[in-house]
């Protein structure tokens, strides 16, 4: 005669088993983890033969080790894409005439057989700190992101507020040309 109890027991085991790989196997698929959005924020780093730029990007602040800026604010076109807006705290500064000092860097180059001098830094004192500045970002993935500094031959360097940064420094506006492709550090 067969024992009813340890039929009823193992068939309990089983059933609970399969009860359980299927919550396991529910909560695996409809659960998004941390890993599945690509975060902007971190260290990457772009190295050439010539050089290498370092970006650090936290939720507050941005530097490239030349300008800075705080006030962090991201405005994400899609999960992949955006614009950091940062407000200076150092920034570059440039003068034709020799400084005195030795805080300035030396510049020149040669265009139609004439040499053009300049000197600059990136300082606390520029006239863009206190100022609101872009970055955007593409192709953003967990390891790697396309940045570019917002640039455009006679565009604005800086503005006054946010609102203007947003409406300035766009993709549309001729800014945002050269990406450095980077990778998280």
Excluded: H
Excluded at 7 to 28: D, G, K, Q
Excluded at 96 to 105: G, K, R, V, Y
């Amino acid at each position: 005669m067969r024992n009813t109890k340890f039929s009823f027991n193992r068939a309990w085991l089983v059933l609970t088993a399969l009860l359980m790989s299927a919550l396991v196997a529910v909560s695996f698929t409809s659960c998004k983890s941390d890993d599945d959005d690509a975060s902007i924020y971190g260290t990457w780093v772009n190295k050439t033969d010539t050089y290498t730029e370092t970006y650090k990007i936290t939720e507050t602040m941005f530097s490239n080790g030349y300008y800075e800026g705080n006030n962090l604010t991201v405005i994400e076109s899609s999960d992949s894409a955006g614009i950091i807006y940062v407000k200076y705290t150092k920034a570059y500064e440039s003068k034709t005439e020799d400084p005195n000092d030795s805080s300035w860097t030396k510049s020149s180059y040669v265009y139609n057989d004439t040499i053009y001098t300049s000197w600059y830094r990136y300082s606390e004192t520029a006239p863009d700190v206190g100022k609101w500045y872009a970055i955007s970002y593409k192709n953003l993935t967990d390891d790697t992101v396309s940045i570019s500094g917002a640039y455009k031959s006679g565009g604005a360097t800086s503005t006054e507020t946010l609102d203007e940064a947003v409406s300035e420094f766009t993709i549309e506006n001729g800014y945002f040309g050269t990406y450095s492709d980077c990778t998280r550090q």
